[in-house]
């Protein structure tokens, strides 16, 4: 597989470690302020985008510009989705986004609905969402605890699941789900130990991307489109 990797901060690096040592050709690779046209990825069957809320829409669209199909590891943007949606559509291309590349994460995003669909009704419990990054993170909640709020309250909207955000040391990222009673409490708990298998996610992804077209969600690849 040919890739261009769109920002080159520690997951960019890590996604080109994880790239070469598979035997993948890492053709461009564009940092922060790089020109993004057709001529820097010329050759790439598919870009991977890791870099920041604000830079992401303009990327995406400029991708779908030039033709390339990407996978947008990057949160905090999807307030502008539509516009991003409607270029990849114009253009012809494909974008599979997602907040996580976990698969982990997949799983507890699916346990947390039968979760929250059992609790439907049931008084007597409360439930609220925790979840930990490094200090550096940008975006507060994060696109993972944002996913897990909307899976929840798709799935029992008398509760409102709120969120409490932490931002310190060098967390990769951890989400708890808690569900409190006065006798009992139970949790769903997801910790990354490491950005590995974020990584290794968005290279499935890249690899299932390619030659498609369309808008879709790690969710869908993984699970289809009824989940």
């Known amino acids: 597989m040919r890739l261009a990797l769109v920002g080159h901060g520690r997951m960019g690096r890590l996604v080109e470690a994880q790239a070469r040592a598979a035997g993948h050709e890492v053709t461009a690779i564009i940092e922060a302020g790089d020109r993004l046209d057709r001529a820097a990825l010329r050759g790439a069957e598919v870009a991977i985008e890791f870099t920041a809320p604000a830079a992401a829409p303009g990327n995406l669209v400029a991708l779908a510009e030039a033709g390339v199909a990407t996978v947008c590891g990057t949160t905090g943007w999807y307030d502008h989705l539509p516009a991003v949606r409607a270029a990849v559509e114009r253009h012809g291309t ?80 951890t989400h708890t789900l808690t569900v409190d009673a006065p006798a009992e409490q139970l949790e769903l708990r997801h910790e990354a130990r490491t950005r590995d298998a974020f990584a290794a996610g968005a290279l499935q992804a890249a690899a299932w991307l390619a030659g498609r077209q369309g808008v879709f969600t790690f969710e869908e690849m993984l699970f289809g489109r009824e989940g």
């Open 94 to 173: 494909a974008l599979l986004h997602a907040p996580n590349f976990s698969i982990g994460v997949q799983l507890l995003l699916r346990a947390a609905r039968e979760l929250a669909r059992g609790l439907r009704e049931r008084a007597g419990f409360d439930a609220f969402i925790v979840e930990a990054h490094h200090a550096a993170k940008q975006d507060a909640p994060s696109g993972t605890a944002l996913r897990l709020q909307e899976v929840l309250r798709g799935a029992d909207p008398s509760r409102a699941w709120p969120i409490t955000s932490i931002r310190a040391g060098a967390i990769p990222g």
